[in-house]
């Protein structure tokens, strides 16, 4: 399976602070993806990214999260204002043209 | 719209029997399936996936998992489980690659425990 790389594998933030989570795919992929876990609960789909844009976003995906890829590389999730109920685990995913969905190990953020 | 389904929230089997785990899925075009195995804490690994060719498919740790189109199943069996197979289990349906979808990428089911007895 080809390996999608996320940092860090655990964040502790205060409410209230911006934090950032970044993954790297590897390249040749047409699709990217975020995705949240709140714990004990399924995984869930915030947005996908297509040529640079945002192709879909879910109810969740509101105005505190953004997704960007700074670099031409990088994808990043930021959250802007976070709130105790943003503590998950957040995946990013890759969907390539012929090898398929590719999962990164994911985030665990936990909001104090 | 896309829907996954896993209609046992808990399953309890003895170490040595077999298992099967139920999951139907909800797709307008041509599914591409997953089985996902998650341990507390850890991210996702996948068992297996399917889209075409031989509707039994074969994964890792002994898994295997049966596409029936006219069910709309895709279910997960194992002849014999181990006690290191305690986790959760997630299916997910989402689009072929190429096949023009994608942008909203997989949909997961609500996972079910496997909880193993000596």
């Known amino acids: 399976e080809p390996e999608v790389t996320q940092t860090p594998s655990h964040q502790v933030t205060q409410m209230g602070q911006e934090v950032i989570l970044r993954c790297v795919p590897i390249?040749?992929?047409?699709?990217f993806y975020w995705y949240r876990q709140i714990l004990g609960q399924k995984v869930e789909f915030l947005v996908s990214?297509?040529?640079?844009?945002?192709?879909?976003k879910s109810e969740i995906f509101d105005d505190q999260f953004s997704v960007e890829r700074p670099d031409g590389s990088n994808f990043t999730l930021k959250i802007r204002s976070t709130k105790l109920e943003d503590s998950a685990m957040y995946f990013c995913?890759?969907?390539?043209?012929?090898?398929?969905?590719?999962f990164g190990s994911g985030t665990r953020l936990t909001v104090v | 719209a896309q829907s996954v389904t896993q209609p046992d929230i808990h399953i309890t089997v003895s170490e040595g029997a077999s298992l099967e785990l139920r999951c139907n899925y909800s797709y307008g075009a041509t599914p591409y399936l997953f089985w996902y195995v998650q341990s507390p804490g850890q991210g996702l690994q996948l068992l297996l996936k399917?889209?075409?060719?031989?509707?039994l498919v074969q994964g890792i740790k002994g898994f295997e998992a049966e596409f029936k189109r006219s069910q709309s199943s895709f279910n997960l069996r194992k002849p014999s489980v181990h006690w290191s197979d305690a986790a959760e289990y997630f299916c997910?349906?989402?689009?072929?690659?190429?096949?023009?979808?994608?942008?909203?990428?997989?949909?997961f089911g609500k996972g079910t425990h496997l909880i193993i007895q000596p």
């Open positions: 990214f297509y040529n640079n844009e945002i192709s879909e």
């Open positions: 390249s040749n992929h047409l699709y």
């Open positions: 399917y889209f075409s060719g031989d509707t």
């Open positions: 995913a890759r969907l390539g043209q012929g090898d398929g969905y590719t």
């Open positions: 997910a349906v989402g689009a072929v690659p190429g096949g023009g979808g994608g942008a909203d990428g997989l949909t």
